[in-house]
C-alpha cells in the first residue's frame, strides 16, 4: 500500500475465532438451548395447518419463516443486552433523528417490557438498528390520530374494490382455475389488483393499530411512522421502489445473515 514499507501482521491463531465466538454467547446460551426446540415445535405444528384458503396459507407460511429468522439473528447471531438499544428521542423530534441511547433494562418487569417492544418492532423504529429510508412523522399526538382515522376509511374504502373483483374471479378458491386460464387483460388486471390489495391491507391494518396505541397513550407518534413510503419520490428504479416505497419489515430478517455481526 505504502512504497518503501513493509507491513508485517502475526498469524491469527486457528482456535481464536471459536473462543471469541464462545465467550461472547455463554451468556444467552441456556435460554437458547431451552427455546430453541419449543419455537421449532411450535412452528412445525403451524406449517401443518391449513386455513382453507391458499393465499392465507401462504401469509401463515411466510409469518413463521419470518419468525424462525428473528429468533436466528437476535438470539443466536446476537445478544440482546449486548447488541441492542433503545434510542431516546427529544419530545417534538422526528424519526431518524438524533438521540442518546437508554440504559439497559434492570427490573424484571423493564425487561420484559423492552423484549416485547424489540420482538413486535418489525423496522426497528427507535432502535439502534431502524432499517434505513423510514419516512418521518410529526411527533403531534392528535392531529396524527386525526390523519390516521381519514387514512383508514380511506383505505377500507380502496380494498373493497379490488377484492370484490377478485373474488368475483374466484381465483385461489376450491376448483378454481390458474391465472394462466384467464385472459391476458384479466391477468394483468388481476395482478395489479392483487397488489393494491396487499398495499391497502398492509395501510389499514397497520394505521389501525396505530391509531388505538397512540390514542390510548402506549406508544408515541414517532413510534408509528408510515409504513410506505411516497410513490412519486421512488419511481426512478426498480430498486428505489423497493428499497424507499414499499415497507421495510423484512428487510433485517432478510438481509442481516451476510452482513453479521
Same mark, same amino acid.
Given at each position: 500500500?505504502?512504497?518503501?514499507? %513493509?507491513?508485517?501482521? =502475526?498469524?491469527?491463531?486457528?482456535?481464536?475465532?471459536?473462543?471469541?465466538?464462545?465467550?461472547? #454467547?455463554?451468556?444467552?446460551?441456556?435460554?437458547?438451548l431451552a427455546c430453541t426446540p419449543l419455537i421449532l415445535y411450535f412452528l412445525s405444528q403451524a406449517m401443518q395447518m391449513t386455513t382453507g384458503d391458499d393465499a392465507l396459507d401462504y401469509l401463515t407460511g411466510a409469518g413463521c419463516?419470518?419468525?424462525?429468522?428473528?429468533?436466528?439473528?437476535?438470539?443466536?447471531?446476537?445478544?440482546?443486552?449486548?447488541?441492542?438499544?433503545?434510542?431516546? #428521542?427529544?419530545?417534538?423530534?422526528?424519526?431518524?433523528?438524533?438521540?442518546?441511547?437508554?440504559?439497559?433494562?434492570?427490573?424484571?418487569?423493564?425487561? *420484559?417490557?423492552?423484549?416485547?417492544?424489540?420482538?413486535?418492532?418489525?423496522?426497528?423504529?427507535?432502535?439502534?438498528?431502524?432499517?434505513?429510508?423510514?419516512?418521518?412523522?410529526?411527533?403531534? %399526538?392528535?392531529?396524527?390520530? %386525526?390523519?390516521?382515522?381519514?387514512?383508514?376509511?380511506?383505505?377500507?374504502?380502496?380494498?373493497?374494490?379490488?377484492?370484490?373483483?377478485? #373474488?368475483? *374471479? #374466484?381465483?385461489?378458491? =376450491?376448483?378454481?382455475?390458474?391465472?394462466?386460464?384467464?385472459?391476458?387483460?384479466?391477468?394483468?388486471?388481476?395482478?395489479?389488483?392483487?397488489?393494491?390489495?396487499?398495499?391497502?391491507?398492509?395501510?389499514?391494518?397497520?394505521?389501525?393499530?396505530?391509531?388505538?396505541?397512540?390514542?390510548?397513550?402506549?406508544?408515541?407518534?414517532? %413510534?408509528?411512522?408510515?409504513?410506505?413510503?411516497?410513490?412519486?419520490?421512488?419511481?426512478?428504479?426498480?430498486?428505489?421502489?423497493?428499497?424507499?416505497?414499499?415497507?421495510?419489515?423484512?428487510?433485517?430478517?432478510?438481509?442481516?445473515?451476510p452482513h453479521f455481526p
Open positions: 500500500m505504502f512504497p518503501g514499507i %513493509k507491513l508485517s501482521y =502475526a498469524p491469527l491463531k486457528p482456535f481464536a475465532i471459536p473462543v471469541a465466538y464462545a465467550r461472547r #454467547r455463554v451468556a444467552s446460551g441456556f435460554r437458547v419463516f419470518v419468525i424462525l429468522l428473528k429468533w436466528i439473528d437476535f438470539m443466536i447471531l446476537h445478544t440482546p443486552e449486548k447488541d441492542f438499544r433503545r434510542v431516546g #428521542r427529544a419530545e417534538g423530534s422526528f424519526v431518524g433523528g438524533e438521540g442518546v441511547e437508554e440504559r439497559v433494562p434492570e427490573t424484571f418487569l423493564e425487561k *420484559l417490557l423492552w423484549s416485547c417492544d424489540l420482538w413486535t418492532t418489525l423496522r426497528g423504529i427507535g432502535w439502534n438498528w431502524q432499517v434505513p429510508n423510514v419516512p418521518g412523522t410529526p411527533a403531534s %399526538k392528535w392531529s396524527f390520530v %386525526k390523519q390516521r382515522i381519514v387514512a383508514c376509511a380511506l383505505y377500507y374504502i380502496f380494498l373493497d374494490i379490488p377484492a370484490t373483483y377478485v #373474488r368475483r *374471479l #374466484r381465483l385461489g378458491q =376450491a376448483g378454481a382455475s390458474d391465472i394462466f386460464d384467464y385472459p391476458l387483460k384479466d391477468q394483468v388486471v388481476l395482478t395489479w389488483l392483487s397488489t393494491l390489495c396487499a398495499y391497502t391491507v398492509l395501510q389499514l391494518q397497520y394505521n389501525l393499530f396505530a391509531c388505538i396505541f397512540v390514542a390510548t397513550g402506549l406508544s408515541a407518534p414517532d %413510534k408509528w411512522p408510515p409504513v410506505m413510503g411516497s410513490l412519486p419520490d421512488h419511481m426512478g428504479s426498480v430498486r428505489s421502489i423497493w428499497a424507499g416505497f414499499w415497507h421495510q419489515t423484512v428487510r433485517r430478517v432478510c438481509t442481516r445473515g
